[in-house]
């Protein structure tokens, strides 16, 4: 498993109790958070479209001596969708916290080489998946009747697009808007819904780069270098713990300063 960076410690484990599910758990960011939310002591309900996969990752986290499950999902199907979240509360009781971050690239094309049906299975990952989940999540939050916490994953394209990427940044970019007004919608509960969005991170959806374009991409950070996993991981793990418990319908961006606008 890729634990680059350690993770780092509190005084206590900040998610000590609680029940986390993360989606795109199979890999990349979604792997490194789940551990991550384990390691400080939450319950983790793995989700994915690749089980074997998502049980890799559960292994790990039992062998760590944490607790997780696996629950294949394919999130632009409604059913699978509420089936998930049906799952953690008859599994553990409660949901306390989601990080929807599973997504979709899709084809980096210009736009008048991209077709209707890239268009929308773009979409249906980022946007009417996230929606989706976000919907059964808050019905089973809302009725617990305590705080919770929302996190999903966004981009920095959606402020710095780049060519190729009309349907991704247009996609990432509603989602940022979409949690403004969820957020207002489900405050008066407790419930904090924000974003993280990450820059050019090391994960299998940038695996298509050589060598010598990622350097390229981390070469224009401000920080220079790309990231890695676990630097987003880390931050979505932050705005679920107590310690973020003033922040919601934010876009926390977790790229090195790549998206810092101006001449370079």
Request: charged fraction near 20%; glycine fraction near 10%; proline fraction near 4%.
């Amino acid at each position: 498993m890729s634990n680059r960076y350690p993770a780092p410690r509190s005084a206590g484990l900040r998610l000590e109790g609680k029940i986390a599910l993360v989606t795109g758990a199979g890999s990349g960011i979604g792997q490194a958070a789940a551990i991550r939310f384990a390691g400080e002591g939450a319950k983790v309900v793995l989700a994915g479209r690749r089980n074997t996969e998502l049980l890799k990752v559960a292994r790990a986290i039992s062998e760590s001596g944490g607790q997780a499950i696996a629950v294949p999902t394919d999130v632009t199907i409604e059913g699978e969708v509420t089936a998930l979240v049906a799952a953690a509360v008859k599994n553990f009781g409660r949901l306390d916290i989601a990080f929807n971050n599973a997504g979709e690239l899709g084809q980096l094309k210009p736009i008048v080489e991209l077709t209707a049906d890239d268009f929308d299975r773009t979409m249906a990952v980022n946007l009417r998946g996230v929606w989706l989940l976000m919907r059964s999540e808050l019905e089973a939050m809302i009725k617990q009747g305590h705080p919770a916490v929302i996190v999903n994953t966004s981009s920095f394209v959606a402020a710095a697009a780049s060519p190729g990427t009309s349907i991704y940044a247009a996609s990432k970019a509603a989602l940022d808007a979409m949690i403004r007004a969820v957020a207002l919608e489900v405050g008066s509960h407790g419930i904090r819904v924000n974003n993280v969005a990450p820059g050019v991170i090391r994960t299998p959806m940038s695996a298509g780069l050589d060598a010598a374009g990622l350097a390229a991409l981390g070469a224009h950070a401000a920080l220079k270098r790309i990231g890695e996993p676990e630097d987003v991981a880390d931050v979505a793990l932050w705005l679920c713990t107590e310690e973020a418990r003033f922040i919601t319908g934010q876009t926390v961006f977790v790229d090195g300063g790549f998206a810092i606008p101006g001449l370079r």
